[in-house]
């Protein structure tokens, strides 16, 4: 399997503009996450999925931020407008329903200017 | 709620040292534990896991004990490799057979010079 595909791997905008973040979980995995990572406050959860329902969106942390899970195979995480305390790298992972290991991407580096 | 405390860093050896990196949590049932690592520029990659109290993890020459009498789960290697520097995460989830996140410790940044 290829594993957890998220995208872009990099992307830097510029404070207001929308960003999406995707991701594609592992194929059979029903159990979706998002997660942020900053120096200051190290990994954190923002949301997840759970047979494309979202279960615990507790993390996201402001209106600013949405995500959604239209199938089983896409996940998108959206920021608008963006802000440049928003820079960080998000990660996405999946999870096989019965089980407790996640499996991570690569992460998406956002900087916003 | 939930909460993993692990030894910041960065923490420097000597190649062939032996390692401790400590990590005790804090949770409301019977939690999961969870070993990660981070490579730079690479995602969190699972390193080892235990589901109950007295299992042991262990990969690539790396362990770990679940005590619950410590609410701890200290990771250790006998001999350390240049390869081995990088940053690990301490984790657990409280699930109880659901789908929730992990809870991480902040990392513990580990170099290893030869």
């Known amino acids: 399997d290829a594993g957890v595909i998220q995208s872009p791997r990099h992307e830097v905008t510029e404070m207001g503009q929308e960003v999406t973040l995707r991701c594609k979980p592992i194929?059979?995995?029903?159990?979706l996450f998002w997660y942020r990572q900053t120096m200051m406050r190290g990994l954190e959860l923002l949301i997840y999925?759970?047979?494309?329902?979202?279960?615990?969106d507790s993390g996201m942390p402001e209106d600013r931020f949405s995500a959604k899970m239209p199938n089983a195979s896409f996940s998108t995480l959206k920021i608008q407008p963006s802000e440049p305390r928003d820079s960080a790298v998000y990660f996405c992972?999946?999870?096989?329903?019965?089980?407790?290991?996640?499996?991570f991407g690569p992460g998406t580096r956002l900087t916003v200017l | 709620g939930n909460s993993v405390t692990q030894m910041e860093g960065p923490v420097t050896l000597s190649e062939e040292a032996f390692l401790t990196i400590n990590c005790t949590y804090t949770?409301?049932?019977?939690?999961?534990l969870f070993w990660y690592v981070q490579y730079p520029g690479e995602g969190l990659q699972l390193l080892l896991k235990?589901?109950?109290?007295?299992d042991k993890g262990s990969n690539k020459g790396f362990e770990a004990t679940y005590r619950k009498e410590t609410t701890s789960f200290h990771l250790e290697k006998g001999s350390v490799q240049v390869s081995d520097s990088a940053v690990y995460f301490c984790?657990?989830?409280?699930?109880?057979?659901?789908?929730?996140?992990?809870?991480f410790g902040k990392g513990t940044h580990l170099i290893i010079q030869p």
């Open positions: 992972a999946s999870r096989p329903g019965i089980q407790y290991e996640q499996f």
């Open positions: 194929s059979g995995h029903n159990s």
């Open positions: 999925f759970n047979n494309n329902v979202p279960i615990d």
């Open positions: 949770a409301t049932g019977y939690p999961s």
């Open positions: 235990a589901t109950k109290a007295d």
């Open positions: 984790a657990l989830s409280d699930s109880g057979g659901g789908a929730d996140g992990l809870t």
